[in-house]
T-cell receptor, first 114, second 113 residues
Framework: ETGVTQSPTHLIKTRGQQVTLRCSSQSGHNTVSWYQQALGQGPQFIFQYYREEENGRGNFPPRFSGLQFPNYSSELNVNALELDDSALYLC?????????????FGEGSWLTVV | GQNIDQPTEMTATEGAIVQINCTYQTSGFNGLFWYQQHAGEAPTFLSYNVLDGLEEKGRFSSFLSRSKGYSYLLLKELQMKDSASYLCAVPYILTGGGNKLTFGTGTQLKVEL
């Protein structure tokens, strides 16, 4: 139990649709990151939010966007879904400063695009 | 850039010891994490090494050699519940001070009777 909660846990969308995934960070954590994990692969960094601003982005197109709210919770939005977007989407929370600060992951949202 | 290599699969026997290796190449080193991930679940933190040497934590130990770009995770007295994917990851500090993790593909460990 990491204290990071995500919703929904599973969902199925059609190609071209849009999806919103939600995350509540661990209490006291001000930084939220999103990762995409395809089957058999390690998680890939999508982006990070700190103080409601995007604070770094991985190699993902602009149709992946996000928000962070004053209570540090966050949303990941994906527009114009493609079949390759099918993956486990992980939210992770941490404190902002320091490379050694442990990043705690939520249980993830399984997205299937058909 | 950052590049991480680890074996894809390993099999070991219950009660035995297994060593999972990880080699990395990174521009600027800020430590190395190990995570455990059971099928269908979130990765859970196991260890963080920033200095050379072995750090022991119960049945699990993690070793780091910065000069060799090498780490390993040692699991002793293997139990069936240790069957999982073990992910090696290095952090990269972002401009705003937070960090992002670059993961290897994970080593799928199967513990057999």
């Amino acid at each position: 139990e990491t204290g990071v909660t995500q919703s929904p846990t599973h969902l199925i969308k059609t190609r071209g649709q849009q999806v919103t995934l939600r995350c509540s960070s661990q209490s006291g954590h001000n930084t939220v990151s999103w990762y995409q994990q395809a089957l058999g692969q390690g998680p890939q960094f999508i982006f990070q939010y700190y103080r409601e601003e995007e604070n770094g982005r991985g190699n993902f197109p602009p149709r992946f966007s996000g928000l962070q709210f004053p209570n540090y919770s966050s949303e990941l939005n994906v527009n114009a879904l493609e079949l390759d977007d099918s993956a486990l989407y992980l939210c992770a929370s941490s404190l902002a400063a320091g490379a050694g600060n442990t990043i705690y992951f939520g249980e993830g949202s399984w997205l299937t695009v058909v | 850039g950052q590049n991480i290599d680890q074996p894809t699969e390993m099999t070991a026997t219950e009660g035995a010891i297994v060593q999972i290796n990880c080699t990395y190449q990174t521009s600027g080193f800020n430590g190395l994490f190990w995570y455990q991930q059971h099928a269908g679940e979130a990765p859970t933190f196991l260890s963080y090494n920033v200095l050379d040497g072995l750090e022991e934590k119960g049945r699990f130990s993690s070793f780091l050699s910065r000069s060799k770009g090498y780490s390993y995770l040692l699991l002793k007295e293997l139990q069936m519940k240790d069957s999982a994917s073990y992910l090696c990851a290095v952090p990269y500090i972002l401009t705003g001070g937070g960090n992002k993790l670059t993961f290897g593909t994970g080593t799928q460990l199967k513990v057999e009777l």
